[in-house]
Nanobody, 114 residues
Framework: QVQLVESGGGLVQVGGSLRLSCTAS??????MGWYRQATGKERELAAT???????NYADSVKGRFTISRDNAKNTVYLQMNSLKPEDTAVYYC??????????WGQGTQVTVSS
C-alpha cells in the first residue's frame, strides 16, 4: 500500500523561507514532485525530480525553489525561499511508480503574509 506523508507547511512572511518534506512508502518511485493549488485555481506544477536528480520547475518558482530527493529514504524536499503572497496554496506531494501510477499526499497549507 502506497502512502505519502507530507510535512513542513505553515505561515511565513513575504521574503521568508519554508521547507516541505514528503516521505513515500510502498513502492519504488520514478518521479517525485510538488504541485500546488491556490483557492479558486487549478492544481499546477511547482517542481519535479527523477531518480537521477533531473529537475523541472515551473517558471514562477525558478530561482526561488529547490527540489531535492533522497532515494534511500524515498523522500522529496522542496526548499522555498523568497516567498511571495502568490505562493500561498495547498502544496501536494506527488509520487509516480515505475508502472506510471500517480499517488498524492494529503496536502499541506503554505500561507505567505504581506
Amino acid at each position: 500500500q502506497v502512502q505519502l506523508v507530507e510535512s513542513g507547511g505553515g505561515l511565513v512572511q513575504v521574503g521568508g523561507s519554508l521547507r516541505l518534506s514528503c516521505t513515500a512508502s510502498g513502492s519504488i518511485f520514478s518521479i517525485m514532485g510538488w504541485y500546488r493549488q491556490a483557492t479558486g485555481k487549478e492544481r499546477e506544477l511547482a517542481a519535479t525530480i527523477n531518480r537521477s536528480g533531473k529537475t523541472n520547475y515551473a517558471d514562477s518558482v525558478k530561482g526561488r525553489f529547490t527540489i531535492s530527493r533522497d532515494n534511500a529514504k524515498n523522500t522529496v524536499y522542496l526548499q522555498m525561499n523568497s516567498l511571495k503572497p502568490e505562493d500561498t496554496a495547498v502544496y501536494y506531494c506527488n509520487a509516480r511508480t515505475l508502472g506510471n501510477k500517480d499517488y498524492w499526499g494529503q496536502g499541506t497549507q503554505v500561507t505567505v503574509s504581506s
